[in-house]
Nanobody, 116 residues
Framework: QVQLVESGGGLVQPGGSLRLSCAAS????????MAWVRQAPGKGLEWVSD????????YYADSVKGRFTISRDDAKNRVFLQMNSLKPEDTAVYYC?????????WGQGTQVTVSS
């Protein structure tokens, strides 16, 4: 079965950096686009970034463009989110996401808190 396990969250000061990682299993990882989605306290889900399977084209929300970088390692079935110049408004639970067929799969999420 599909499993997505995020790691790398934590508490960081404004202007700092974090690198999130998502370990995937249960599907042919290299064939699927992968995404990061976040949910800030009291708000709805916000798409952050995604990366195509194989070709590696990347897409970013305007709110993170130029600060975040998504990447993938198909040999290790992992997708990453490098987050630089973090702002308090980046505080959220970050989820790894894949759509396989007609089903959506999410990890358990990792908390990112940006605060001084």
């Amino acid at each position: 079965q599909v499993q997505l396990v995020e790691s790398g969250g934590g508490l960081v000061q404004p202007g700092g950096s974090l690198r999130l990682s998502c370990a995937a299993s249960g599907f042919t990882f290299s064939s699927y686009s992968m995404a990061w989605v976040r949910q800030a306290p009291g708000k709805g889900l916000e798409w952050v970034s995604d990366i195509d399977g194989g070709g590696g084209r990347t897409y970013y929300a305007d709110s993170v463009k130029g600060r975040f970088t998504i990447s993938r390692d198909d040999a290790k079935n992992r997708v990453f989110l490098q987050m630089n110049s973090l702002k308090p408004e980046d505080t959220a639970v970050y989820y790894c996401y894949v759509r396989k067929g007609t089903r959506d799969y999410w990890g358990q999420g990792t908390q990112v808190t940006v605060s001084s």
